[in-house]
């Protein structure tokens, strides 16, 4: 009789009430305002992945955080730097959810910050004239603007939204509340490297992370800074094209009209792969690419000002790949990302370069393979009339081949794209229409790239991005920054989230 009373009781402590959104969106706004210390100690740690006992500190600072919030944490171990998982179970949950999390930054150079050092954080304000000064970083506890902004390393990109996902987990507790599925958290320490292990580490530990969905908290938002969701993203490959010259560099006075200059022909050869509209000459470059009417008017329904986007670019007419900024990101790209050859400025000499370097990046989209558009960027260099080279060129390849080149390139990860209409879309959209009261933008493809088709193709799960960061916050370049009002929104959607049944 005794076991017979006490089945009911349990049921009813474990189907707990689902909070009030006005309950839900102060608790958010509290946790908000409480993380900010723990945000400003990850800010402070440097995290270039190229000094890996830099990252050993924010793997453990991690390691205890979640901890601390009830996951047990496990060390995926690669040649290098290790990822990181998290993971929590939840009662009567039947379901896993996936999520990724990026910890490492861009190098910085400090001189071209405007603050004592891009790892110690610091509060500003803008000023009428548009110019931001610095403020005490305890004004955020005592009623928070939303338009100040937080200037340091990864601030945005992202350890942003991960500090905000930590914040949004205390929430939760708050609120004696759980999600009513499981948690993994995968978190990569190299992304900004392209992630070169992350594709045989998911392979490896197929098991370990294997889940039904993934949500990936990277990412700046829609260029309106409405709610956004992101339904896919762009593969990288990265290319390194050199030109040789002469044997070593040569006075431009006794040799120039008889030597030919290699970073002329680089710069012809470059030039041969676009047409004034900016798009890839090369045939074959954009075969596979289609876009439906269905799906032209699907990209239609995104709110982008052109006039703002081209205003904020500082450029008065794009290049002509596809009808609109949506379209133009359907399509894979052709960047010069970096030249070379030798001095520029105050220590510009009057010479004739060895050799030319251009550093490009490809970005892929589904429709298209890496191996595919390498093959036909190389077929192009060839018909231009180069040898290939398998590096520096030997004397006898000198004396036989009058145009030299060579040519490497690396695939970091392909791109991804789920459906709109997937039950991950739908979800997503429900949790963030609850929390601002209607539905998010919703983007088919982002141009950056994130590597997630690793996840996405090994663990046969949908992936649906949920950025949060402010478009204008300088990711990768000198005083990066997240505006505090995109901060405490990303609390609050990641907050509705975790309540969103499944």
């Known amino acids: 009789m005794r076991f017979l009373v006490l089945i009911p009781a349990v049921m009813c402590a474990s189907l707990q009430a689902q909070p009030g959104k006005a309950q839900t969106d102060k608790a958010a706004e509290r946790h908000t305002v409480q993380s900010f210390r723990l945000f400003y100690e990850l800010l ?3 995290n270039d992945a190229h000094y890996p006992a830099d990252i050993e500190k924010n793997v453990q600072w991690c390691e205890q955080a979640f901890a601390k919030r009830g996951f047990t944490t496990r060390r995926l171990t690669t040649p290098s730097v290790p990822l990181l998982l998290a993971s929590r179970s939840f009662r009567n949950a039947a379901k896993t959810v996936l999520i990724y999390l990026q910890l490492d930054g861009q190098p910085v150079d400090p001189s071209k910050w405007n603050q004592e050092s891009p790892w110690k954080p610091v ?4 000023d009428k004239q548009g110019n931001w000064h610095i403020i005490p970083w305890e004004k955020l506890h005592e ?10 390393r990864s601030a945005s990109d992202a350890k942003g939204p991960v500090a905000a996902f930590l914040a949004a987990l205390d929430a939760l507790k708050e609120l004696n509340a759980e999600p009513n599925y499981n948690l993994k958290v995968i978190m990569d320490f190299e992304e900004e490297l392209g992630s070169p292990h992350l594709p045989d580490a998911v392979n490896q530990y197929r098991k370990e992370l294997a889940a039904d969905r993934m949500i990936i908290l990277d990412g700046p938002r829609h260029f309106s800074n409405l709610p956004t969701l992101s339904f896919g993203a762009r593969g990288i490959c990265e290319m390194t094209l050199t030109v040789y010259g002469p044997r070593r560099p040569v006075h431009s006075g006794n040799y120039g009209n008889y030597t030919p200059n290699p970073a002329m022909r680089l710069a012809q050869l470059l ?6 509209d900016g798009r890839v000459t090369i045939p074959g470059f954009y075969d596979g690419v289609t876009l439906t009417p269905e799906e032209k008017a699907i990209l239609k329904q995104v709110p982008d000002d052109e006039h703002a986007i081209r205003n904020f670019l500082g450029i008065a007419q794009p290049d002509k790949i596809g009808e609109n900024f949506q379209e133009s990101l359907q399509y894979p790209t052709l960047n010069i990302r970096g030249l070379n050859a030798l001095y520029v400025g105050q220590e510009a000499r009057t010479l004739i ?4 370097v251009a550093e490009i990046d490809i970005r892929l989209v589904p429709s298209s ?13 060839k018909q231009q009339g180069y040898y290939l080279t398998e590096a520096e060129p030997t004397e006898e390849e000198r004396a036989q081949h009058p145009r030299l080149a060579s040519v490497s390139y690396r695939v970091s990860y392909g791109p991804f794209q789920t459906p709109f209409d997937s039950e991950t879309g739908k979800w997503l959209t429900r949790a963030l229409n609850r929390a601002f009261g209607k539905d998010p933008v919703r983007i088919r493809m982002t141009g950056g790239s994130i590597p997630v088709s690793p996840f996405v193709n090994a663990l046969n799960i949908p992936a649906v991005a949920v950025p949060t960061v402010n478009p204008d916050n300088n990711q990768h370049a000198e005083n990066e920054n997240i505006r505090v009002g995109n901060y405490a929104e990303a609390v609050k959607s990641f907050l509705y989230i975790l309540l969103e049944k499944l």
């Open 353 to 356: 370069p060895n050799n030319a």
């Open 44 to 46: 402070s740690l440097p």
């Open 369 to 381: 393979h890496a191996e595919r558009l390498a093959g036909l960027i190389i077929n192009h260099i």
């Open 143 to 152: 009623g928070y603007n939303p338009d100040w902004r937080i200037f340091a």
């Open 271 to 276: 030039a041969s792969m676009k047409d004034a």
């Open 123 to 126: 509060l500003k304000e803008q």
